[in-house]
């Protein structure tokens, strides 16, 4: 199983922005999907952004335009940059990839609070 360490979150003033990164156990070229998503108190987790083996990006309604996915292959991350933060942003994050060979691995999460 792929162990993912996520990092970047934190508590920040509406407006601001965050970059989380998620560092995978394995060579992300071995990974054929890679996203984001969060999940708020009380609400369904839901995704944020994605990104394939050959980068093509999908990206939530509520996120587009404040959001960018990308990843590293030389450093085996995946990054979130997201710009222009509102409190109902405020959630827990999670990295999700699936491998090539099957299977799937989430993250611990990490927590991001948007203050108004």
């Known amino acids: 199983q792929v162990q993912l360490v996520e990092s970047g979150g934190g508590l920040v003033q509406a407006g601001g922005s965050l970059r989380l990164s998620c560092a995978a156990s394995?060579?992300?070229?071995?990974?054929?999907?890679m996203a984001w998503l969060r999940q708020a108190p009380g609400k369904q987790r839901e995704l944020v952004a994605s990104?394939?083996?050959?980068?093509?990006?999908n990206y939530a309604d509520s996120m587009k335009g404040r959001v960018t996915i990308s990843r590293d292959n030389a450093k085996n991350t995946v990054y979130l940059e997201m710009n222009s933060l509102k409190p109902e942003d405020t959630a827990i994050y999670y990295c999700y990839v699936v491998p090539v060979y099957g299977g799937q691995s989430w993250g611990q999460g990490t927590q991001v609070t948007v203050s108004s």
């Open positions: 394995v060579s992300v070229s071995s990974i054929s999907f």
């Open positions: 990104i394939t083996s050959s980068g093509r990006t």
